[in-house]
């Protein structure tokens, strides 16, 4: 009897350290599951979450196994970085110009400014503030409508704006507003110089794209091919460009023709367009470019 009840006990003894080694086995490998899942993130600032992606964004898979690492230490001296304060609201476009050290800007105070960033200047930045103006009543009133729009031209002598209160201007590089350029019926969008200097393209919110001469101020062409506003523009040449729009069309148009040269189709939602040599680049929103062969057929690339 004594027998049997040490081998119950050793058989319990057994049992347990059995049940003792399944458990510890099971708490490791949910770790391991728990440890190889991505977390979702935190929504921020009481941002909702879509389909478990932040604001309805794409997952992005980070393939690298080391953690990138940071160095809270480092810190860019304020000696070597420059802020430019003077627009009273948000600044929605810049662009350098192309032979000096100035710096256009565009903002939603109905300005466009000129910042001179010369290292040899004394002081430090100066601006020019390009007040937008509209004519009522017989005197100049703020539009107080966004500047969103500009454009150097290639000697960097004069720079192009285009606004909201629909008018495109010229002015030169000390600030003095040479030409205003009034057509459009409706927000300007997009604004750019040709290469020669002799013309501004523009797109707007009335469908329409215009070449304008840039000595005379006039209208050369307006071209009315877009059933919806137009987005942006870009030239292939001195005569020739590219327009696209919200309709999900892309036209290329060329001084003197009154109708377009090409018209391209593809996409389901409003692009932006990028014309080089004979290739345009149609970049729509995605998560692919399609790049037209003026000749030939598209070819997709996705991204």
Do not use: M
């Given at each position: 009897?004594?027998?049997?009840?040490?081998?119950?006990?050793?058989?319990?003894?057994?049992?347990?350290?059995?049940?003792?080694?399944?458990?510890?086995?099971?708490?490791?490998?949910?770790?391991?599951a728990a440890s190889s899942t991505p977390q979702q993130a935190t929504p921020k600032n009481g941002e909702a979450t879509v389909n478990g992606e932040e604001n309805g964004a794409h997952t992005i898979t980070n393939n690298h196994s080391d953690a990138m690492e940071i160095d809270g230490d480092v810190e860019i001296p304020s000696t070597k970085s420059t802020v430019l304060r003077g627009h009273e609201s948000e600044v929605f476009i810049c662009a350098w110009n192309p032979v000096s050290d100035l710096l256009a800007s565009g903002s939603g105070d109905s300005t466009a400014?000129?910042?001179?960033?010369?290292?040899?200047?004394?002081?430090?930045?100066?601006?020019?503030?390009?007040?937008?103006?509209?004519?009522?009543?017989?005197?100049?009133?703020?539009?107080?409508?966004?500047?969103?729009?500009?454009?150097?031209?290639?000697?960097?002598?004069?720079?192009?704006?285009?606004?909201?209160?629909?008018?495109?201007?010229?002015?030169?590089?000390?600030?003095?507003?040479?030409?205003?350029?009034?057509?459009?019926?409706?927000?300007?969008?997009?604004?750019?110089?040709?290469?020669?200097?002799?013309?501004?393209?523009?797109?707007?919110?009335?469908?329409t794209t215009i070449i304008w001469d840039a000595h005379t101020g006039e209208a050369k062409q307006q071209f009315p091919f877009h059933s919806a506003p137009a987005l942006d523009v870009d030239w292939q040449n001195n005569t020739a460009f590219a327009s696209c729009s919200t309709d999900m069309c892309i036209h290329v148009c060329r001084l003197g023709c009154d109708r377009p040269v090409k018209t391209f189709q593809g996409h389901t939602v409003s692009t932006d367009t990028q014309p080089t040599d004979n290739v345009l680049y149609y970049v729509p929103s995605m998560l692919y470019v399609i790049m037209w062969n003026m000749g030939h057929c598209p070819v997709h690339h996705r991204y």
């Open positions: 009897q004594q027998q049997q009840q040490q081998l119950q006990h050793q058989q319990q003894q057994q049992q347990q350290q059995q049940q003792q080694q399944q458990q510890q086995q099971q708490q490791q490998q949910q770790q391991a400014r000129i910042w001179n960033l010369n290292e040899n200047s004394n002081g430090g930045p100066t601006q020019l503030v390009l007040r937008h103006c509209i004519r009522e009543g017989g005197q100049d009133v703020p539009s107080n409508k966004d500047v969103t729009s500009l454009d150097w031209n290639s000697d960097g002598t004069l720079l192009a704006t285009g606004s909201y209160d629909g008018f495109a201007r010229i002015w030169t590089k000390d600030g003095n507003l040479a030409s205003t350029l009034g057509q459009h019926k409706g927000p300007i969008f997009a604004l750019k110089w040709n290469k020669k200097g002799n013309y501004i393209l523009s797109a707007g919110v009335d469908k």
